[in-house]
T-cell receptor, first 110, second 113 residues
Framework: GQQLNQSPQSMFIQEGEDVSMNCTSS?????WLWYKQDPGEGPVLLIA?????ELTSNGRLTAQFGITRKDSFLNISASIPSDVGIYFC??????????FGTGTSLTVIP | EAQVTQNPRYLITVTGKKLTVTCSQN?????MSWYRQDPGLGLRQIYY???????DKGDVPEGYKVSRKEKRNFPLILESPSPNQTSLYFC????????????FGPGTRLLVL
C-alpha cells in the first residue's frame, strides 16, 4: 500500500523551543491532515489542508500543503509540556482512501 | 454527548473464532471508517463507508468484513481471526465526506492467540 514517510521519528526538545516535522509521499493527495494522539486515546485532528500551497494556522500550530501535493509540514511554536504526544500526518487520496504516516513522538522537557 | 463508541474495548480470542467489533456514532455522520494501528506502522485504513449500504476497501482489507445497514453503526467482522490481526483498532466518522473532521472512537485492543 501507499507509504507516507514521516520525519523525524522522535524529538526531545526543551519547553519553549519550536518544532518542525514533515511528511512526504510518492503519490499526490487531495487533502493533507495532521493529527495528535495521546496515550490510550484515538487521534484528534489538529489541522486540515485542502489546496496545494495552502498555509494554515491553528494557535501555535502551522501546517502547509506542499505545492507538488506530495508533501506537508507541521510546525509547533513555543512548545509547552502538553504538546507531548505522537503526531501523525495523513493523506486522503482521490479514491477516498486515507493513508497515515508512521508518527513523530514528541517529548517536551520542562 | 457527541461521540463514537466501540465495543469491546479489549478482547482476547483464539485463532479461527469469529468475532465482531461494534462501532456506533450518534452524530448522524455519513462517512465511517475502520483503522488498525500497529507499532511502527501508524494507522492503516481497513474499510470505509460513504453512506448506508456503501462500503469500500481501504489499504488493508484482507481478513476483514464490514456492513453498513444503518447510518449509526459500522461493525467490523473478523470471520476467522489470525494472530497477525492482533492490533489496536479504531473506528472513526465524519459528517458527510472524508475531507471533513474525523472523530475517532476510543479504540479496541485485540489479541488473537
Amino acid at each position: 500500500g501507499q507509504q507516507l514517510n514521516q520525519s523525524p521519528q522522535s524529538m526531545f526538545i526543551q519547553e519553549g523551543e519550536d518544532v518542525s516535522m514533515n511528511c512526504t509521499s510518492s503519490s499526490i493527495f487531495n487533502t493533507w491532515l495532521w493529527y495528535k494522539q495521546d496515550p490510550g486515546e484515538g487521534p484528534v485532528l489538529l489541522i486540515a489542508l485542502y489546496k496545494a500551497g495552502e498555509l494554515t494556522s491553528n494557535g501555535r500550530l502551522t501546517a502547509q500543503f506542499g505545492i507538488t501535493r506530495k508533501d506537508s509540514f507541521l510546525n509547533i511554536s513555543a512548545s509547552i509540556p502538553s504538546d507531548v504526544g505522537i503526531y501523525f500526518c495523513a493523506g486522503l487520496s482521490y479514491g477516498n482512501q486515507f493513508y497515515f504516516g508512521t508518527g513523530t513522538s514528541l517529548t517536551v522537557i520542562p | 454527548e457527541a461521540q463514537v463508541t466501540q465495543n469491546p474495548r479489549y478482547l482476547i480470542t483464539v485463532t479461527g473464532k469469529k468475532l465482531t467489533v461494534t462501532c456506533s456514532q450518534n452524530m448522524n455522520h455519513e462517512y465511517m471508517s475502520w483503522y488498525r494501528q500497529d507499532p511502527g506502522l501508524g494507522l492503516r485504513q481497513i474499510y470505509y463507508s460513504m453512506n448506508v449500504e456503501v462500503t469500500d476497501k481501504g489499504d488493508v482489507p484482507e481478513g476483514y468484513k464490514v456492513s453498513r445497514k444503518e447510518k449509526r453503526n459500522f461493525p467490523l467482522i473478523l470471520e476467522s481471526p489470525s494472530p497477525n490481526q492482533t492490533s489496536l483498532y479504531f473506528c472513526a466518522s465524519s459528517l458527510a465526506s472524508p475531507q471533513e473532521t474525523q472523530y475517532f472512537g476510543p479504540g479496541t485492543r485485540l489479541l488473537v492467540l
